[in-house]
């Protein structure tokens, strides 16, 4: 599966985005989802993740309460909505896709998109 981010962008504090990754192929429905980020000298971590069917998600400590996660199998595409940004939420975006299971080890997962670059101003 191939996959592509968009969305980023530059939001002042408070604010919000949406992230979109499109996929191609036949099999999107197959594939447990999840969003990553990493910011300049860091490692990429964990953002969200969301099951097949959409029906089971999991987010990071940080990004709770603020971010959701959600797929739309019809489309082939998952979304990050990203409410309450925080300078600290800066960094390039990654989606990936696993196998049946998602994860949170960035390891683990065996397709990436792009990224897509999220910069929040105080």
């Known amino acids: 599966v191939q996959l592509q981010a968009s969305g980023g962008g530059l939001v002042q504090a408070g604010g919000s985005l949406r992230l979109s990754c499109v996929a191609s192929g036949r099999t999107f429905s197959s594939y447990a989802l999840g969003w990553f980020r990493q910011a300049p000298g860091k490692e990429r971590d964990f953002v969200a993740a969301i099951g097949q069917s959409g029906g089971s998600t999991k987010y990071g400590d940080s990004v709770k309460g603020r971010f959701t996660i959600s797929r739309d199998n019809a489309k082939n595409t998952m979304y990050l909505q990203m409410n309450s940004l925080k300078p600290e939420d800066t960094a390039v975006y990654y989606c990936?896709?696993?196998?049946?299971?998602?994860?949170?080890?960035?390891?683990?997962?065996?397709?990436w998109g792009q990224g897509t670059k999220v910069t929040v101003s105080s």
């Open positions: 990936a896709a696993s196998g049946a299971y998602y994860y949170t080890n960035a390891e683990l997962c065996k397709y």
